[in-house]
Each structure stands twice: as structure tokens, then as C-alpha cells.
């Protein structure tokens, strides 16, 4: 798109742009189906990381309380829930900076995201 284009776009009304923007819709999303997800933070509060706008951020009173990283059990207890109540999609959080290939934190995400129950299948603790 050209500054052209994009000047005339910003111009021009706003119930021609709300139409235009509804017609593409439809061409590439028909019917009624919405997609349900879910997302859970998986580790909450204390981030390292300085950003004004972020409750993660340790470095703000936002009263989010800091909560370590999951177990994979209750994880998997949250994701089957999610699933049971019609989501298709399950996103997790954790507020972190600097995960680093091969550090234990990162070590133990990918244990979480290759958890053999995202297939449904029961998983006993042990």
C-alpha cells in the first residue's frame, strides 16, 4: 500500500471505512463460527523486565501477586478444562525476560508444551 493509499483510506468517513472493512471480513470469515480459546498464565507477577505498562513488571505496585511457574499436572487440569467448556486453542503466559535456549526455566517450558496429555489422554501423576 502505498502513503497515497493509506492517506485516503484515513480520510475518507467512517461508516465507508466500517463498510469496507465488513465486506473483507466477510469475503474471508463466513458464517457464524467463532473460534473459543483460553489462556492461562502459567507464571504470574515478577518479571525483571521495566515495562510501565505491563502488571507483570516487578518493578510497579499493581496488585498482581507473584506466583511461581505451574506444575504440569495443574496445567493440564486447566487445559482439559478449557477443552470441556468448547476451547479449541489453549495459550499460556509466563512472565519472564531473557528465556534462554538450555537454562532450566526454558527446560522446563518445553517439558510443559511436549506434555503428552494435549492429545487427551488422561495423565496420572506419579
Do not use: N
Not at 535456549?101 to 522446563?108: I, L, P, T, V, W
Amino acid at each position: 500500500m502505498t502513503f497515497d493509499q493509506l492517506t485516503a483510506h484515513y480520510r475518507q468517513p467512517l461508516f465507508d471505512l466500517i463498510s469496507q472493512s465488513r465486506a473483507v471480513h466477510l469475503k474471508h470469515w463466513t458464517g457464524e463460527a467463532v473460534q473459543r480459546c483460553s489462556l492461562l498464565s502459567i507464571k504470574t507477577g515478577g518479571c525483571s523486565e521495566d515495562c510501565a505498562y505491563c502488571a507483570q513488571s516487578s518493578h510497579y505496585s499493581t496488585g498482581v501477586e507473584r506466583e511461581k511457574l505451574l506444575s504440569i499436572d495443574a496445567i493440564t487440569v486447566a487445559a482439559k478444562r478449557a477443552r470441556a467448556q468448547g476451547a479449541t486453542r489453549f495459550c499460556m503466559g509466563a512472565a519472564w525476560r531473557g528465556m534462554r535456549d538450555g537454562s532450566e526455566k526454558f527446560e522446563r517450558v518445553l517439558e510443559i508444551v511436549r506434555e503428552p496429555a494435549w492429545d487427551g489422554s488422561v495423565r496420572h501423576a506419579g
